[in-house]
């Protein structure tokens, strides 16, 4: 990357941005750090995650792939209750693998 160029959105950010879309008005941060938020997980565990631990970043990465090309997305509400099931099922299934 050169100097000046933005930054290519970080895993996090192209997840949200689908996530924000689908969402129901009445969710509450509807992001991947919100999701781990209500499941106790701080914002700086997340984010070592996504730096240092290659499984997790892997299952997040398949994640979003198959988000992005669901073929029985609708652009629904209930979009974003399967997809942030997802999510939450890969950020509890960290969290075993950790003590926070």
């Not at 750090?33 to 990465?61: K, M, S, Y």
């Not at 974003?80 to 890969?90: A, D, N, P």
């Amino acid at each position: 990357m050169k100097e000046g160029e933005p930054k290519p959105p970080t895993l996090f950010e192209q997840m949200n941005q689908y996530l924000k879309k689908e969402a129901p008005k009445d969710i509450e941060n509807p992001t991947v750090e919100g999701i781990a938020e209500r499941l106790g997980i701080p914002g700086e565990v997340l984010n070592h995650w996504l730096d240092n631990d290659r499984q997790f970043r892997d299952e997040l990465a398949r994640l979003k792939d198959f988000q992005e090309k669901d073929p029985f997305r609708e652009g629904t509400e209930f979009d974003y209750f399967i997809h942030s099931s997802g999510i939450q099922f890969v950020l509890d299934e960290t969290k075993k693998r950790y003590s926070i």
